[in-house]
């Protein structure tokens, strides 16, 4: 993932109710990435594939191929903002999106934030490992205020600022 990308996963609200609160206690706020253990694929046990399902992310994104060939992965060709589908058989196993903060991104959050109200999905910021509502301006305040939207506004400050944290650490 680049660090302009502003990554999240969608899961099933009922899911998310059932499980926020032992999620969340789980794990601290570096831990919250798919590289360090966050595993989506029980929030979409029994969530089938479905032709509905692909149709409605073909209107948000156009289709793309991805390099895995049993993903289903949608790219824009205005950022390099994707989605990612991930099935485990014929079931979904995660959803996740990532969004191009260098440049105007509103239309896609808007449309990603309706997909997820109409299909009853959350949204998880794994950044800082949060639950955010589905909806336009929750998803949009999340993304401001991640380390990617520090990046796009000032790249040369987001690492000379990253260089005195690492510093510091010594």
Same mark, same amino acid.
């Given at each position: 993932m680049a660090i302009w990308q502003f990554h999240f996963d969608l899961l099933p609200r009922d899911w998310v109710a059932a499980n926020r609160d032992k999620i969340v206690a789980t794990k601290? *706020? @570096?831990?919250? !990435?798919?590289e360090n253990g966050w595993d989506p694929s029980p929030a979409w046990a029994g969530h089938s594939i479905d032709d509905n399902l692909l149709k409605e992310? @073909?209107? =948000?994104? +156009?289709?793309? %191929?991805? #390099?895995? /060939?049993?993903? $289903?992965? #949608?790219?824009?060709?205005?950022? *390099?903002? !994707? =989605?990612? &589908?991930? /099935?485990?058989g014929s079931d979904i196993d995660s959803l996740s999106v990532r969004l191009d903060l260098r440049g105007d991104v509103r239309e896609l959050i808007s449309d990603i934030?309706?997909?997820?109200?109409?299909?009853? $999905?959350? &949204?998880?910021?794994?950044?800082?490992? %949060?639950?955010? %509502?589905? @909806?336009? +301006?929750?998803?949009?305040? $999340?993304?401001?205020?991640?380390?990617?939207?520090?990046?796009?506004?000032? +790249?040369?400050?987001?690492?000379?600022? &990253?260089? %005195?944290?690492? !510093?510091?650490?010594?």
């Open positions: 601290s *706020d @570096d831990e919250w !990435d798919n992310l @073909d209107e =948000i994104l +156009p289709r793309s %191929k991805h #390099w895995s /060939p049993e993903c $289903y992965y #949608w790219k824009s060709h205005q950022h *390099d903002s !994707d =989605i990612t &589908l991930s /099935p485990n934030s309706a997909f997820a109200v109409q299909r009853q $999905y959350e &949204l998880f910021a794994t950044e800082v490992g %949060k639950f955010c %509502k589905a @909806d336009a +301006p929750s998803l949009a305040e $999340y993304a401001t205020q991640s380390r990617a939207a520090s990046f796009a506004k000032n +790249p040369s400050g987001y690492i000379a600022d &990253l260089a %005195k944290e690492l !510093d510091d650490r010594e």
